[in-house]
């Protein structure tokens, strides 16, 4: 029935499940997902989409780094956009409406594609633990699987617990049962534990509503993809969404329900997404407010079901249906589906390595929401790094890490693990402090050739790089080399009402301008004509253009990634007795004696480690 031994066995086939599964299996490791229902792999739980601020970074780094997400993103979107244009490129981020169906079907034929990889259906209540070293895991059934090393991608079924109203009852999600018996396995194995709550809002018909009274939001005029891979295409027909506003008089009625909500009847203790709060939470903390944004969502090509996004809610159905009949264009709205809260269990993830492996057991990993974070990108990523160093660990290999100046998804690890989360992480630009590098453009220039190292991006992924890299660097060099003359160029200049030149002058330096953009710049003849002889595609001219525009302030976020490089590849032993340094605060101590970081740059970021306890280790550390 199964193999004597797997290598990897991943738990929960989630977004972060998913990723790890295909990352091990495609790194030549006999790999078995595990989970509760076959039908929902990948399933989108909450909103139909995937991307937007920071996340859409993420998504793209997964791509580049061999991961599925991006691949499945393009071939199940009904609608593309590129937010933060009006800003710099650091900020530009990808996002896509997707088709729900279409997506968890898309996965599931990605991953039945993957050699090396079985699927069992069942729930997985607990692990086989040996010396601290994980040996395998143990289903409802009473089967003892065994596997070099296991990663538990749980989400949010872990004692899941669902609201609606003064109404409760286990459940994973809607329709789903909860996971029991992991929590207490891993509490009795000395892991920490606590508990988190998300929300979902209303779905609905969308014969019932009327659209003439709503704003449409379209995407893109010229939709561009998330993978790098020619695997997929840029859209060629694209599903609008929809904005509509709540109002005081929808206020006033979610107000009559809070006494039998979840929210404030004392029913749910645990603590929700910051940046994702329901509708009664925000109509509470910003009681100033007359109104809050709703984006009314299509859940697919061929449906009418719509994922009203800003309604999350767990109010009683009768006050979110009497609530949403107040929203302009929603007068005659019919449910599918009311909104509902979840709780669920997670684990501090200060307990983990940058491996994603734990502290505590041996060849045990965590990734997802299990981990603190929310959202379909950041545990997705989690997966992905979880399941390349599973199988690393079993090849003997080294770990694969990626560093904060490196990727966003370094970025969300190293915070996870140095700073751990009392709240459900979301990743923001703001949180990278090496942006103008981590850019969504970039992304297989940083992370391609990493990957094709350690055995997961292909050979044709690592040339198609190559490729595009060599074409970029060869026309920013020539933009620095090719002069304009002022016949050519001044009229060009004087269209876009910028200064007109007085003497010849380098293309580089024009292109640098920022109302000047390289659409103008093909009407040189000179341009236009190399970028026909050598082919140059839409990625090679954005890549260009932003690195042009953009060179002082990368030149110096790279001199500063140097500096922090230094300190990142100055090690602290694991076993290291923090105890010992007398002349270090004691906060500093206890805190790192808990955290034990990898390097100086990572203990200098934990909270309570002030500079001076930092210099006191470099001493020590004769640095």
């Given at each position: 029935m199964f193999k004597d031994t797997y290598d990897v066995i991943v738990v929960g086939a989630g977004h972060a499940g998913s990723e790890a599964a295909a990352a091990a299996a495609n790194m030549g490791s006999s790999t078995l997902l595990v989970t509760m229902n076959l039908q929902n792999i990948a399933q989108m739980s909450c909103n139909p989409a995937m991307g937007g601020i920071a996340k859409g970074q993420i998504l793209r780094e997964i791509d580049a780094l061999g991961g599925y997400s991006?691949?499945?993103?393009?071939?199940?979107?009904?609608?593309?956009?590129?937010?933060?244009?009006?800003?710099?490129?650091?900020?530009?981020?990808?996002?896509?409406?997707?088709?729900?169906?279409?997506?968890?079907?898309?996965?599931?034929?990605?991953?039945?594609?993957?050699?090396?990889?079985?699927?069992?259906q069942e729930m997985v209540s607990g692990l086989m633990v040996e010396d601290h070293k994980v040996v395998g895991v143990k289903t409802s059934l009473g089967l003892e699987i065994k596997a070099k090393t296991v990663i538990l991608t749980n989400g949010t079924f872990l004692n899941g617990l669902i609201h609606i109203g003064n109404k409760n009852f286990g459940g994973g999600r809607a329709g789903e049962r909860a996971s029991t018996g992991m929590t207490a396995e891993l509490v009795e194995l000395g892991f920490e534990a606590g508990r988190m709550k998300t929300g979902t809002p209303p779905r609905v018909d969308g014969r019932s509503l009327d659209f003439s009274k709503i704003e449409e939001q379209p995407g893109d005029e010229k939709p561009w993809k998330f993978s790098y891979s020619s695997e997929t295409k840029p859209l060629e027909k694209q599903r609008s969404c929809w904005m509509t506003y709540t109002s005081p008089e929808v206020h006033n009625l979610l107000r009559e329900g809070f006494d039998r909500s979840p929210m404030f009847n004392g029913a749910i203790q645990s603590t929700g997404p910051r940046y994702c709060p329901s509708i009664e939470d925000k109509i509470h903390k910003f009681a100033d407010k007359e109104r809050h944004q709703m984006f009314v969502e299509p859940e697919g090509w061929n449906t009418v079901e719509y994922y009203v996004n800003g309604f999350s809610t767990s109010l009683p159905e009768d006050i979110q249906y009497e609530a949403l009949k107040l929203v302009k264009g929603f007068e005659n709205v019919k449910f599918?589906?009311?909104?509902?809260?979840?709780?669920?269990?997670?684990?501090?993830p200060t307990q983990l390595r940058h491996t994603l492996e734990t502290k505590l057991v041996e060849g045990l990993y965590f990734a997802g929401q299990i981990n603190g974070t929310t959202g379909y990108e950041e545990a997705a990523s989690q997966g992905l790094i979880a399941g390349m160093n599973a199988a690393l660990k079993v090849q003997g290999e080294e770990d694969f890490i990626l560093t904060r100046s490196e990727a966003y998804i370094g970025v969300l690890i190293d915070d996870l693990i140095t700073k751990g989360t009392e709240e459900p992480y979301r990743m923001f630009t703001s949180r990278a402090e090496y942006r103008t590098l981590l850019r969504q453009d970039n992304a297989d220039f940083r992370l391609t050739a990493k990957s094709y190292h350690v055995g997961l991006a292909s050979a044709e992924r690592m040339k198609v790089m190559e490729d595009k890299k060599k074409k970029s660097e060869a026309f920013v060099e020539f933009f620095k080399n090719q002069s304009v003359t002022t016949d050519e160029i001044n009229p060009i200049l004087e269209s876009k009402k910028s200064s007109k030149v007085d003497q010849q002058g380098k293309l580089f330096k024009i292109l640098a301008r920022p109302n000047i953009v390289m659409e103008d710049m093909r009407k040189l003849e000179k341009v236009e004509k190399h970028i026909t002889e050598n082919n140059l595609g839409n990625e090679v001219l954005e890549q260009v253009e932003v690195q042009v525009k953009y060179a002082g302030y990368i030149e110096k976020e790279k001199l500063n990634a140097d500096k922090l490089n230094r300190l990142e590849n100055v090690r602290i032993p694991e076993h290291f007795n923090y105890n010992g340094l007398k002349s270090m605060s004691l906060e500093a101590r206890e805190k790192l004696t808990k955290i034990k970081p990898r390097t100086i740059s990572q203990a200098s970021r934990v909270s309570g480690v002030n500079p001076s306890d930092v210099s006191v280790l470099l001493v020590h550390m004769g640095r």
């Open positions: 991006g691949i499945v993103s393009d071939t199940s979107a009904i609608q593309f956009k590129m937010l933060n244009k009006s800003k710099g490129p650091a900020m530009w981020s990808p996002r896509v409406q997707s088709d729900r169906m279409l997506f968890s079907q898309h996965w599931r034929e990605k991953l039945e594609q993957t050699q090396n990889l079985d699927f069992y599918f589906r009311p909104g509902y809260a979840i709780e669920y269990d997670y684990f501090p």
